[in-house]
């Protein structure tokens, strides 16, 4: 019932020019996949060019991150209008290094998942815990405070299209990934809060992916963990042929 997704998060890699190289080996590998969404955050100066150049096949392009105003004074910021206006319909809102780097909160990520629904846009939200906080048993009580700021007073029908990606920060390039069962643990945790949410209909319908040092030697022990439901991937989706390899994970 949850289609797999497996996405590729860019980071601040590839010039518009590097992009179009990546789809252009990149398409030919993937052609014709179906089992699993696979979905692309290019840089946003290669978005639009990513989002022309994919139209009709099986690869999406997604922003990776956005403002929940459609206009304004604010420098450096992309509103939920500009995205749709480019035929993007997806956003990664709450990625751990915007939280560390740029200050970004799960209460302003909650102002976004709000736009993100009244612009009929497929938010992917991350959450995930600092390894102080795992080494202090706080794993737990850090996701469910997230996710729970993060869904105030957001309704079912309005998460409708959300995705979550676990990610634990101490796994992130660090080539430490979470043992599938402390990932699938952590899913279900965040499964329950979704519940607690919005409802248990809801809970059960959203895709939670895996985030961390994910690579072709460890996604298919983690895809065979019951909850997890696909990927986020940032350094092993730079290379065509690799992260052609993640999405035909076994
Ligand atoms: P990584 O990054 O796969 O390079 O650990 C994941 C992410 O930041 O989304």
């Known amino acids: 019932m949850r289609k797999p997704l497996i996405a590729g998060n860019w980071k601040m890699y590839k010039t518009p020019k590097e992009s179009l190289a990546f789809l252009e080996a990149f398409l030919p590998l993937v052609k014709g996949h179906d089992r699993d969404e696979i979905l692309l955050f290019p840089t946003i100066s290669s978005l639009a060019h990513v989002i022309e150049a994919a139209k009709g096949t099986n690869v999406s392009a997604g922003a990776q991150n ?3 105003l459609n206009e ?3 420098t450096g910021q992309t509103s939920p209008t500009m995205l749709v206006s480019i035929g993007c319909k997806h956003v990664l809102l709450g ?3 915007q939280r ?6 799960y209460e302003r990520v909650n102002l976004k998942l709000k736009a993100a629904n009244n612009h009929a846009m497929t938010p992917i939200v991350c959450f995930g815990e ?3 906080e795992r080494e202090e048993m706080r794993t737990e009580e850090v996701l469910r405070t997230q996710v729970r700021t993060a869904l105030h007073n957001i309704s079912a029908s309005e998460a409708q299209r959300l995705v979550i990606a676990y990610e634990p920060i101490w796994a992130i390039g660090t080539g430490k990934t979470a043992s599938p069962e402390m990932a699938a643990e952590a899913h279900a945790l965040i499964r ?3 519940a607690h949410c919005c409802g248990s209909q809801m809970a059960e319908s959203t895709r939670i992916l895996y985030g961390g040092s994910v690579k072709p030697e460890n996604i298919s022990a983690l895809m065979a963990q019951e909850g997890i439901d696909g990927a986020l991937v940032g350094g092993a989706s730079l290379v065509p042929t690799t992260f052609a390899n993640i999405v035909h994970y076994t």
């Open 192 to 194: 329950q809060e979704l």
């Open 72 to 74: 304004g004074p604010y």
């Open 66 to 68: 956005m403002h929940w």
């Open 130 to 132: 600092m390894l102080a």
């Open 100 to 105: 560390l780097y740029f200050s970004e909160t």
């Open 95 to 97: 990625h751990s290094e």
